[in-house]
């Protein structure tokens, strides 16, 4: 099918493209009116996501109200974790729970491996609804987290400023995790060529977790598996998003993938000196930043805008949209990113 | 009082030593059996910072124990936001909570700017008690938390993955934050002072928080306040440790202290290529690689050593131990560098 916005495309396969296209992590869900209503209406977050319909329904909200160029699947990364056999829970106002997590070799024998579509289905059956819905309006982002923050959320079972269980089974019991990690990643490949099938036009990988590693773990068992999802999935373009190691850009450069997600503490001109132009670059505002005045938050952008130059960059923010972000502010950086004019044109 | 065990001081101020000097963040607390029998028998964390008999005790535990080169006061960063009337529960399992908030200018202006001893006076007795049943045997280290990360906490009330209402502020309400800022830093200048005059021999600031901030945000709402902090305390070397600003150590080194605390996710190497040869620099072994075996311990300890260099280095982790690391790996940690030989002498 056709896709009569794919400047998001272009923007991620180097394509010149007439201006920067602009979509938000996390631009699905608590920040839209829309969504908190359908919320009050039909249940818990999970329950949104495993209903193909309704997970349709909220991510082609951003879409409608904020004109967007890219529709982000509604889904979490943990689907592929549940699908694996370890459940997960969302405990309203504390995050994720999990009841059992992964310590021991016994409890990674009770996993599978992902190669069928249960467990996955009704996130797939979303893409194909949301493909049809679009009728190639905008390309559909799908996602998957990365081996090392599936594992982080696995062992730790909930959310954690260190996530020291994940970090200690990597030294006391490295072939154990690897073990593991080689699961996920096997699981995920097969998820994404699943989404890929039913009209992912391209995928983004969370590593949200990946700066808890010292560089020596992230090069060990991180990145390595990153590469075999981006070797495996020469579908569509793969943006690469690992939170918290912008040490590490040169390796992350390296990596088959088309873009590079930056989050909001690294400098945009800083990392193109480091790496050079050969991929794309997306980010890369404080989603705090949101919280300011319009003013101050469309100078931001611009600057913003500037600072990656004006090609090979895809317009987002440094992470997911906090909560309770104005909806005005969001529409001021959308509407600053489309209304920016390239000064070299 | 002479120190007969200065390896400390002297590679805090670029003195040639004949060995690393070595001390561990949280090595006063629950890594140690015979504080975790204090505890069960005097109650919770808070009553033994708040009794200097106790606190002194369990200061020296380590010393005892594990044999290191200085003396850390045990104590909580956030006895100073106690001190401003903001006061603070560790709830067991969860970590720290704060019955209320700082908000709004109203909040604020409940506060007060600590300037004398009431709400200080256990710690600053305990450190006199350490002093004294030390003898000089080696320095007494005392420290306060840089005043973003206590901002931070104060705004958010716990411990959070990304302490968003605090940057929330910072961007929404500027000068709000600029004033409870200052705040911080006048009482913790005025906490620093009475710490070395009760007897620390070298104070660090513990800025934990820093790596959530925008570049931007940290050289506009962090770095000038510790810089405050750094030019007041004239009496004692200061060790600055901002966790997770990898990126910001060139601006790191142009503040007035005299070593610079690098968490495990930063290469010795190329921050001494970054910054030159002027600062000593501390750390930065990843927690959780004491969870390892002390084969691996001994090797990656080594290696960190050789990283670093054979002077102007204080041997410590890249961030607090972890609870419940073995007894035996931190001693093998701490045996290494003790026995670490300068290759080139």
Redesign the interface.
């Known amino acids: 099918m056709e896709i009569k916005n794919d400047l998001l495309l272009r923007a991620a396969t180097g394509v010149t493209t007439e201006r920067v296209p602009v979509w938000m992590m996390r631009q699905a869900g608590r920040i839209l009116p829309q969504y908190r209503a359908l919320r009050a209406k039909m249940g818990s977050f999970k329950t949104l996501v495993k209903q193909p319909e309704l997970a349709c329904e909220v991510t082609i909200q951003p879409i409608d109200e904020l004109a967007v160029d890219g529709a982000v699947i509604f889904s979490d990364i943990l689907v592929i974790s549940e699908a694996m056999h370890l459940d997960y829970e969302i405990i309203g106002g504390k995050g994720v729970y999990f009841p059992k997590t992964v310590a021991t070799k016994q409890d990674i024998d009770q996993l599978e491996v992902v190669n069928d579509l249960e467990g996955i289905a009704y996130t797939i059956e979303a893409i194909k609804l949301v493909k049809r819905e679009l009728a190639g309006k905008i390309p559909v982002i799908g996602f998957a987290g990365c081996p090392w923050t599936l594992f982080a959320y696995m062992t730790e079972g909930k ?4 996530f ?1 269980k994940g ?2 089974m ?3 019991a490295p072939e154990m995790a690897h073990e593991l990690l080689e699961m996920i990643t096997q699981s995920t490949i097969f998820y994404l060529k699943e989404q890929i099938k039913a009209g992912a036009d391209i995928v983004q990988l969370f590593d949200s977790h990946a ?1 808890m ?3 020596k ?1 992230f090069h060990h068992f991180a990145l390595p598996y990153i590469r075999k999802i981006c070797e495996s999935i020469t579908e569509v373009p793969i943006i690469v998003f690992a939170k ?4 590490a850009i040169e390796s992350l450069n390296e990596l088959p993938c088309q873009v590079l997600g930056l989050d ?4 945009p001109q ?1 990392v193109r000196q480091r790496i050079g132009s050969s991929k794309s670059l997306q980010g890369n505002l ?4 949101l ?3 319009p003013t ?1 938050i469309k100078k931001a952008t611009t600057n913003m805008l500037d600072a990656f130059g004006y090609q090979k960059h895809i317009a987002n923010l ?2 997911g949209l ?1 909560p309770d972000t104005p909806l005005d502010n969001i529409k001021c950086f959308v509407d600053t990113v489309k209304e920016y004019q390239f000064a070299v044109m």
Chains 1, 2 share one sequence.
């Open positions: 959310g954690s400023k260190t020291s970090r200690k990597l030294y006391q700066g590693l010292s560089p773990l918290g190691v912008g040490y909001w503490t690294m400098s800083n404080d989603p705090c930043l919280y300011a005045n101050y440094g992470h906090e």
